[in-house]
């Protein structure tokens, strides 16, 4: 409104309703274009991991960012593709935006410090040159990547040639309510590829699951399958096949039918302790990622007996229970996870969105109040 000299809300209103162009300078002010290099290292991983196991002869793969914002996620997808021994030939990336804002400066591609986070920043050597104001990607990862103004629900694959093979959609769903949810995952998976992959973010990690997606069992990737048949909608993630039962979450000495005391577990070396909880944790993790959301429920109580309460135990224990459409048991574990760590990033976007879902709004809002507080806290300067 100030931008348009206009003070009363109803001009604006009319203005804002019959001008596409201002429509898109209000879509450009609200977006919020956060994001780095490299941000969730594992999703990248996944990728390239996904395109070496399922890659056809001759097959040229399709990569789709959306949200794109300013263009770190695109480039950190070529970077991991070269990285993985593919040629320029042999993919092309795509990112997509609604922002026209974030689309120019994708393109113009001058990046500063706060879109290199972290300790690893070995890419930028190998990827990136010095230019005025910041870094750019050098010319080779540059040409990988094609951007455009789109809205979601405006993409469409209307030949086997247009659709993609993994798509990122990391951090969007998390804006919608559950029925546009629903339609966005039903919309990803007809321009996704059969066995395609999507990555999501992890305060969305619970909703591929009921909308046709099966877990890529990638730990920390928040990877889905797109499967080769269409199924019906399920209510919970479907079952992994079955595999061994893990043999680690108890020490090798005591039976199996009898249950190793706190006193004895705090009393052995501490080397062999914090093996067996990393063990643990590790096997609760494995199967929550692989839908087995029972094993992973028992597996994370066995992990409390043992070891006493933890606040990722607690975590993967909430997030089994949201997957399992059991929000009244996820909130409790999700409060729990906050009760030992208030700052704990991904249960604060978790339950801030079960809460939404749930209609307490206040809660939500105080929850995602907290979360931008913390991101605003650790960009670096």
């Known amino acids: 409104m100030a931008a348009t000299h206009l003070t009363e809300p109803a001009a604006y209103w009319r203005l ?10 209000l879509i450009n002010a609200v977006v919020i ?15 390239a991991r996904h395109a070496r196991a399922n890659r056809r002869p001759g097959q040229h793969i399709r990569i789709l960012s959306l949200p794109c914002s300013t263009g770190e996620e695109p480039y950190s997808a070529a970077m991991a593709m070269f990285d993985a021994g593919f040629a320029a030939s042999d993919f092309h990336i795509e990112g997509i935006d609604v922002s026209t804002r974030n689309i120019a400066e994708a393109e113009q591609a001058v990046y500063g410090r706060n879109s290199f986070r972290g300790e690893d920043l070995a890419f930028r050597a190998r990827f990136c040159e010095q230019v005025p104001g910041g870094y750019r990607p050098v010319a080779t990862v540059l040409r990988q990547v ?4 789109a809205n979601l629900f405006d993409v469409t694959a209307t030949a086997p040639s247009e659709l993609y093979d993994v798509v990122f959609c990391r951090n969007l769903l998390i804006y919608f309510d559950r029925t546009r949810q629903e339609r966005a995952l039903a ?3 007809a321009i996704l590829a059969p066995g395609g992959m999507l990555l999501v973010g992890p305060a969305e990690s619970s909703l591929p699951g009921l909308c046709g997606f099966v877990s890529a069992r990638m730990p920390m990737a928040f990877a889905f399958l797109k499967q080769e048949a269409e199924t019906t909608p399920r209510p919970t993630l479907p079952p992994a096949p079955k595999v061994k039962p893990q043999r680690v979450l108890r020490p090798a000495t005591p039976s199996p039918t009898r249950p190793t005391s706190r006193l ?12 067996l909880m990393r063990s643990s944790l590790a096997a609760i993790e494995r199967a929550a990622n692989a839908g087995q959301l029972d094993e992973a429920k028992a597996a994370a109580g066995q992990h409390i007996d043992r070891f006493g309460p933890a606040a990722e135990v607690y975590y993967l224990l909430g997030l089994a229970h949201d997957a399992g459409k059991e929000p009244d048991r996820a909130i409790e574990n999700y409060r ?4 030992l760590a208030p700052d704990h990033r991904e249960t604060l976007a978790h339950l801030a969105l079960l809460l939404q879902r749930q ?9 995602s109040a907290r979360l931008a507080r913390l991101e605003k806290r650790s ?3």
């Open 16 to 25: 804002v309703t019959g001008s596409r162009h201002e429509l898109q300078e």
């Open 33 to 47: 274009p956060e994001t780095w290099f490299f941000r969730d290292r594992e999703a990248f991983a996944a990728l």
């Open 146 to 149: 094609t951007f455009r103004a």
């Open 187 to 189: 919309h990803l998976r």
């Open 264 to 275: 004895s577990a705090a009393s052995a070396r501490p080397e062999t302790t914090a093996d």
């Open 336 to 339: 729990k996870t906050l009760y």
């Open 359 to 367: 209609g307490d709004l206040d809660g939500a809002k105080v929850l």
């Open 379 to 381: 960009r670096v300067p």
